[in-house]
Nanobody, 128 residues
Framework: QVQLVESGGGLVQTGGSLRLSCAASGHTFSSYAMGWFCQAPGKERDFVAAISWTGYSTYYADSVKGRFTISRDNAKNTVSLQMNSLKPEDTAVYYC?????????????????????WGQGTQVTVSS
């Protein structure tokens, strides 16, 4: 059984930083691309960032490009999201997810339906 557990969320002021982590167990973590999504109250789940199985390729939503960085450590079965210059509109529950494939391509990388497994989420709140 695949398990993904996020941590690192919290309350931060505008302009601050947070580092989210996702620990994976129960599967061959290094064989799959991973992604981060966010969901604010009353809104759909939005794509944030994705990383290929090797970590060589990354892709970001326009809204976070230049502020967030996704990374992974296959030796530790973890994927992280470094969030800098946070804004109130970043407030949401953040989820990590395991993709169906190894590489990240235009055809699927930002589609929640292309991710098989999800964590329980961690709340990020940015105060103005």
């Amino acid at each position: 059984q695949v398990q993904l557990v996020e941590s690192g969320g919290g309350l931060v002021q505008t302009g601050g930083s947070l580092r989210l982590s996702c620990a994976a167990s129960g599967h061959t973590f290094s064989s799959y691309a991973m992604g981060w999504f966010c969901q604010a109250p009353g809104k759909e789940r939005d794509f944030v960032a994705a990383i290929s199985w090797t970590g060589y390729s990354t892709y970001y939503a326009d809204s976070v490009k230049g502020r967030f960085t996704i990374s992974r450590d296959n030796a530790k079965n973890t994927v992280s999201l470094q969030m800098n210059s946070l804004k109130p509109e970043d407030t949401a529950v953040y989820y990590c997810a395991q993709g169906k494939f190894q590489t990240i391509t235009n055809s699927w990388r930002s589609d929640p339906g292309s991710y098989d497994y999800w964590g329980q989420g961690t709340q990020v709140t940015v105060s103005s």
